[in-house]
């Protein structure tokens, strides 16, 4: 492997953790903000939810696992194919 395909790999790499973090720090403060409200879940509309393409489903995947490792359920919805969302929710 020739070094710039290295810092090419390594730059993607760093790209989609800092997208991750960013996206589940948007999420927290969503759930945070309903259930402060008194909701139970929450819709998460999000861009990276695009089934087409590999990043976006590794980035939806890593956000899912990570939520469910944190105690909550996620629902995949793709009823309507503009608008693909999340149901997440902290009561079981």
Known sequence: ???EEARLMSDNAK???ETIDVELSKIYEDIKA???SGLYAVHI???YLNRNDCRNKYVEQSIV???EN???SVT???DNPNKPWLCVSWLK
């Open 1 to 3: 492997m020739r070094v």
């Open 15 to 17: 790209q989609l953790k």
């Open 34 to 36: 309903n259930a402060l």
């Open 45 to 47: 509309y999000r861009g």
């Open 65 to 67: 696992d990570s939520l």
């Open 70 to 72: 944190n105690g909550y």
């Open 76 to 78: 995949k919805h793709y």
